[in-house]
């Protein structure tokens, strides 16, 4: 009975370390079909695989079921399961190699996002050049504006961010995957520990076999000495023992054949785990590779973006303080162009006030010839005077040696009453005469003089015209003193006939008074008369630019003449705005 109740435990036992493992193998298959899927997502050579595993797995399925009624003849699969594994690990390789090379095969088949950023970006500046030449101030010394180059670090750090969301997405991907498969090592490595469980209570069982078998030969041996001893009458007794005792050591004996049916094929799916955990301990090794590759990446891209906004940053101070350069430049350019018109404005003046100096200068010329020719005439004439005052002088000395002479002979005589009252007639009628010839030559060189010349002006003036100004070039302080009255006085109040004949004589040949002829030998002053002609164009330049200057003060103003304008007099347009 006793051994009734322990083969009856270790059955029990048998089948719940059987309902153990079907329920571990269940785990193992759902999870390499999990596995299965992520593969497929990620590499094209998944198919098959699949078709691979499903036949190994349908194997390993119907293989239990045929394997528990039956005892020795499952002892030939091994070899087909061996190959089986060998053909899985090698698949799981080629699967690892493929998942490495995962990431690489989308770049070649299609552009990345940073040539096609950079292929929109070449695109926009295609579109945005413009076809006009640029002004050489706005380039950058490269030929690049630094719109350009502005827009070209933007698309950059575009780029750069949109490489690292990917390399982070990778890498939170490659983490994910990471963790499954810890996981499925951590299930693994249970199951060893459940296949080691199942190795101990393999050898309890060999060890309590073996104990029944020195057990059974310890009775049997004590059978056949106590049927030598009582006879043949026992022997019919221990013939039912023995047969219970080998159906116990038969179903033992199935039973731990099962179970090293069932060792072995937890030992080849050890084996198998342990090469797809070596294949999955690559492919972790490939993803951590893969992991610190894309830190490595993520490092550089933060890097170069912190490079590209530094750039950016200066770039956008250059163009901030470029435009400051052109704005000053151009209020600078602004006032030279109005320095500028300023300085023309005053050239066209000073132009045409050079014209009109030109001009004043030709009639000055002309006009001094003129007067060289008349002065020219006057000294001829100067000259027949003289010497006709000569000829008159020695006339009048002969007159008074003549006339001393009558004197003395009438005061020599006594009767020259009558005569000189004669000689007073005479003296009085010739003195008249000249009198009246010296006027005549005064009045006649007062006209050549001065008639002249304001005929000339107003020739030459017109209606127009501000007119000359009498400048007296003389400088003579004494010229009232010289004046041909001042002489006519002095003849007239006092000397006598000889003073009288001497004015006459200096008024006609100039000797005496030379008040008309004294700018003849004059030299003209050029640096005064410029220096007067610059000084007025000055005077004239400041009141043009105050005229200008005030003339922002009218604007806006309505001169209202319509009541002035109603009549329609001549002369007078219509209402004007300022």
Known sequence: MADAAEAKAKAEKLAAFRKKA??????????????????????????????EEVPAAAAEASAPKENEPTTEPTSPAEPAKEEEKTEEA???????????????????????????????????????????????????????????????????????????KRLAKEAADSEKRWKKTEEELADLRDNEGDSKVANDELEKLKAEIEALQRQNSQLQQQASRSGARHGSSPSVSLSSPPAELEAQLASKTSTIESMEIEI????????????????????????????ARAEKAAGKAQQELGDLRKNLDRTAEKAVREGSERTSAETKLRSLEH?????????????????????????????????????????KEKEHAQKEASELKARVESLESENTRLRSRKSAEGGGGLDDDGVDELENEERLRLEKKVRDLEAEVHELRRGVWREKRREIGGPTSPGFENVDLNNNSNS????????????????????????????????????FLDDDDMDFDEDAFRQAQEQDAKARLERIKEIKRTLKNWTGWRLDLVENRRGGSEGLGPVFEV
């Open 22 to 51: 079907g329920e571990m193998r269940k785990k193992k298959e759902a999870s390499e079909g999990g596995t299965e899927k992520t593969k497929n997502t990620k590499k094209s050579g998944a198919p098959k695989k699949e078709k």
């Open 90 to 164: 090698e698949s799981q390789a080629k699967a690892t190699e493929d998942v490495v090379e995962t990431p690489t095969s989308p770049s070649s088949s299609q552009p990345s996002l940073a040539q096609q950023s950079k292929l929109r970006s070449a695109s926009f500046r295609q579109g945005s050049v413009p076809t006009g030449p640029m002004s050489p101030g706005a380039q950058a010394p490269e030929g690049e504006t630094a719109t350009d180059i502005y827009r070209k670090h933007v698309a950059r750090i575009e780029e750069l961010e949109k490489e690292n």
């Open 264 to 291: 072995s094929k937890l030992r080849a799916q050890v084996a198998r785990q342990a090469s797809g955990t070596s294949a999955e301990h690559e492919q972790i090794a490939a993803l951590e590779d893969k992991l």
């Open 339 to 379: 320095e500028l018109a300023d300085t023309i404005a005053a050239r066209l003046e000073a132009e045409k006030k050079a014209d009109g100096l030109e001009q004043k200068v030709t009639t000055l010329t002309t006009l001094h010839k003129e007067q060289d020719s008349r002065t020219q005439a006057l000294r």
């Open 480 to 515: 009232r003193g010289n004046s041909p009255s001042a002489h006519r006085k002095q003849s007239v109040h006092g000397g006598g006939i000889g003073d009288f004949f001497q004015s006459g004589i200096n008024a006609l040949t100039g000797t005496g008074d030379d008040e």
